[in-house]
Nanobody, 114 residues
Framework: QVPLVESGGGLVQAGGSLRLSCAASGSIFDINVMGWYRQAPGKQRELVATITSGGYTNYADSVKGRFTISRDGAKNTVYLQMNSLKAEDTAVYYC????????WGQGTQVTVSS
């Protein structure tokens, strides 16, 4: 059973939009935080956005005003709406879930062409 299933990555022109989703399996209980990280070639993985079980959100300065993180009512699926995409947003995006244990998604490629 795959703990996290990511989808929504792809190729988009600068200024365009993509929406990523990450569904946590039913075997993961009491999720505290869900979020997104990204890793560009030659760079360290960095936080993009997180959302707590109470709905508190946190964003990297580089994406504030452009990206929006949200979750479904069951708190088992997290989304990342990415608007006004820039070439520097190109990276592999990883879903992260913190429950009793921590989980990582397999990563989904986002490529923004200028």
């Amino acid at each position: 059973q795959v703990p996290l299933v990511e989808s929504g990555g792809g190729l988009v022109q600068a200024g365009g939009s993509l929406r990523l989703s990450c569904a946590a399996s039913g075997s993961i209980f009491d999720i505290n935080v869900m979020g997104w990280y990204r890793q560009a070639p030659g760079k360290q993985r960095e936080l993009v956005a997180t959302i707590t079980s109470g709905g508190y959100t946190n964003y990297a300065d580089s994406v504030k005003g452009r990206f929006t993180i949200s979750r479904d009512g069951a708190k088992n699926t997290v989304y990342l709406q990415m608007n006004s995409l820039k070439a520097e947003d190109t990276a592999v995006y990883y879903c992260n879930v913190k429950a009793r244990y921590g989980y990582w998604g397999q990563g989904t490629q986002v490529t923004v062409s200028s």
